[in-house]
């Protein structure tokens, strides 16, 4: 036998599945051949690997939970129903966002069309501050409020 047929009948020769002929062949093939031998115990490792994981086994309702599972998150994912909720939430924020910018820049508008209807020619020009600062804006409401009482 070729290392090729030697190893292909190495899964068989490991679960003693092999005629006595052939297990013999087999075995005195390993004996001088380190290629195959390798190849052997590479194999038998790896069952050794998978007998390990086999010995942890999962409750037993794990694989029903499992799929149930999987529907369920399927149907939120697929289901237009569920999206519902997220398209009145998103269409809600929209409907805030637009009254809030509208209403943001009609008061924007609005307070600027006071300052300059508050403003007092004489007072820009007598003022100490610089223009816009704090200490001008107070004397501008202040000359504002003394008009309005007189
Ligand atoms: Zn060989």
Aim: charge should be negative; charged fraction near 25%; hydrophobic fraction near 35%.
């Amino acid at each position: 036998m070729t290392c090729e047929q030697i190893q292909e009948k190495l899964p068989a020769y490991q679960d003693g599945e092999l005629s006595a002929e052939n297990e013999k062949a087999i075995k005195t093939h390993l004996d001088v051949c380190e290629v195959c031998r390798k190849e052997e115990k590479l194999l038998s490792e790896s069952w050794e690997m998978l007998g390990d994981l086999k010995s942890i086994e999962p409750s037993p309702n794990f694989e029903a939970r499992f799929w149930a599972r999987v529907r369920q998150e399927e149907s939120k994912q697929t289901g237009w129903r569920s999206l519902l909720p997220a398209a009145l939430g998103l269409a809600g924020m929209a409907a805030v966002w637009v009254i809030g910018v509208t209403g943001g820049f009609l008061l924007f508008e609005n307070h600027n069309r006071k300052e300059v209807a508050l403003i007092n020619p004489s007072s820009v020009v007598t003022s100490p501050y610089p223009p816009n600062s704090i200490e001008q804006i107070f004397m501008k409401n202040q000359t504002s409020l003394k008009r309005e009482r007189i």
